[in-house]
């Protein structure tokens, strides 16, 4: 039975060039710094934003050619253990300033983060279920 979390070698592609291509609009043109919202403080955030974006590149690029489940999870472990770092870090330093705008965006943002980490926290969840269930060889090892 195939496994129904793992994506096909399209979506890994598809997965890399968005994460490439937000690389390159955050850090090359036209550059974080054109969003009206964004602080200063964004500076004190790229590092862990581009490590993220770096590691779902690298594992997705990983996923095309070895389509194990195992290797799979312990990928998505890294890219979401970086994720959740990166999302604790933007919760930190907060590099949003919406002026006059409405009140209630600091909070939406937040709430935001919030369901960030929750999500990167039962991914994790789910791929240490997935990892160990590999080990064990109660799923197939190799993906199509």
Same mark, same amino acid.
């Given at each position: ?10 979506? *890994?592609?598809? $997965? =890399?060039? /968005? &994460? ?9 043109? %036209?550059?974080? !710094?054109?969003? %009206? ?12 934003? &581009?490590? $993220? ?6 594992? *997705?690029?990983? +996923? /095309? ?9 312990? @990928? *998505? ?17 907060? %590099?949003?300033? +919406?002026?006059? $705008?409405? #009140?209630?965006? %600091?909070?939406?943002?937040? /709430?935001?983060? =919030? ?7 039962? @991914?994790? =969840? ?5 990892? +160990?269930? #590999? ?8 993906? !199509?």
């Amino acid at each position: 039975m195939a496994d129904k979390t793992v994506t096909s070698r399209g979506g *890994n592609v598809g $997965s =890399v060039l /968005v &994460n490439a291509a937000m690389m390159w609009g955050i850090n090359v043109w %036209p550059g974080w !710094q054109v969003v %009206p919202f964004l602080t200063s403080d964004m500076t004190r955030v790229l590092g862990i934003v &581009n490590a $993220s974006l770096t590691a779902g590149i690298v594992a *997705n690029l990983v +996923f /095309v050619v070895i389509r194990n489940r195992g290797v799979m999870a312990l @990928g *998505n472990l890294v890219v979401l253990g970086i994720g959740l770092a990166a999302t604790l870090r933007l919760w930190e330093v907060f %590099p949003f300033d +919406f002026g006059e $705008s409405w #009140s209630g965006w %600091p909070v939406v943002v937040r /709430v935001l983060l =919030v369901l960030g980490i929750v999500g990167s926290i039962i @991914g994790a =969840v789910v791929e240490i279920v997935a990892l +160990f269930r #590999s080990l064990a060889g109660l799923e197939r090892r190799t993906l !199509q």
